[in-house]
């Protein structure tokens, strides 16, 4: 029988819960790295047994940890004792060194003045489609690294930072972050990433050359809405059989392309607010999309105290409210851009966690809800992987 | 012998508990000692100084007898009873909430 282990990124440490593939039994374990910013922990999809995770801690920085048994144990890579010693004889320990290429330079300040670009966390790692040992990391302040040891050393694809359009990105509330990166999965050179407060870019050339993708994005906080860049998308997502269908949540807004990101559309609809942060895809069916509004930038809570998923079995601008399971009165929690996934079974799983600690899982692509656990810290993120 | 007394965290991520104990060849100063550290705990590097500048991270403090030297040049030598062990090397992150 299928089995689902859910792995999820807190403020004070990483939780992976697991259930068989019924998804109504629930075993939790953890704190993994107790008191550290967990931002995300995700497996590979090519060895679901080799888990990746960014520790973070504004005192002692960015570490990363990695799994090869599926999260019972971890590592800091390269920490073996056969690799502790570089060829001088000094040990490498640089699983954690994140040094911007060249002279990193400037982007625009909150303030609308230069500000020096400075390495402050890993938002979001996503391993190859292909590889295991392969990893690329979004970055804040934000840039592109990947690492083809396991996460032993990491070097930048610069030609993103180093866009002509950089001294124009700017940090949204929550930094400057390259929070979002898609994979195509029928083009290994083509990758989607995006950044608030930026904007959507794509490679294709495997992470040499970047293009800004936001032809048709509109926001009204920026001098130019309709600016090249300084966007702030907070997640875009994929289905992977239509790599070139893509789906976006932006700050206001939500948005589809159906050209890779050369044009955008709005598809909120009927939503009772377009702001909000995660956005996901139904595993099998790729018209299937979820958001979870909230009410605006500067209330972090949902419309009308009610925490409601909607979903879209169209595409985009016909919602409806997911609610069964559900708090639907005094309810002030956000679901964060990270926080929300979905598994492989039939039916499709989908889950989310909230800043209040909850984990949600829904069997069934939404039509009810449970909590799996209630009481977590503060939710960053939740990866699904379903097992065999 | 020179004592290290490492902030929680540290301690957690070098899988050590108490204090750290270790020798120090050269003249006893903050980098020595952080060097002689990150030596025996490799995946401690870039959590108490940065990897490239090895600039002492913003919000890590280091104590010795009483006394805040954060400030103080990594290559200032430091007191005997450090030297000796009679006194503990202390590495905190400051206070800050969270």
Redesign the interface.
Known sequence: MSKVRVLVGTRKGAFILTADGARKRWKVSGPH????EIYHVKGSPVDPNRIYASQT???????IQRSDDGGKTWH?P??SPDE?KSPDG????????F?YDGIPGTHQWYDGTQHPWEFKRVWHLEPSLHDPEHVYAGVEDAALFQSKDGGKSWNELSGLRQHDTGPKWQPGAGGMCLHTILLDPQDQKRIFVAISAAGAFRTDDGGTTWKPINHGLHSEYIPDPAAEVGHCVHRIAMHSSRPNTLFMQKHWDVMRSDDSGNSWREVSGNLPSDFGFPIDVHAHEPETIYVVPIKSDSEHYPPNRRLRVYRSRTGGNEWEALTKGLPQRNCYVNVLRDAMSVDSLDPCGIYFGTTGGQVYTSPDAGDSWKPIVRDLPAVLSVEVQTLP | MIRIVL????R??ARVDGEVELDVDASVTQRSILDEL??RY???????RD??THLR?P??RFFVCGEDLSHESPDAPLPEAIAKGSEPFVIV??I?G?
């Open positions: 790295f107790a008191g550290w801690s504004a005192w002692f920085g960015q570490v800091t390269g920490s502790l000094m040990p490498k320990g640089e699983s954690n060194k040094v | 902030p929680p965290h540290l957690t991520l990150e030596a490799p995946m401690l590097r870039g959590t108490m990897h490239v991270r919000l890590v992150g400051a800050a969270g």
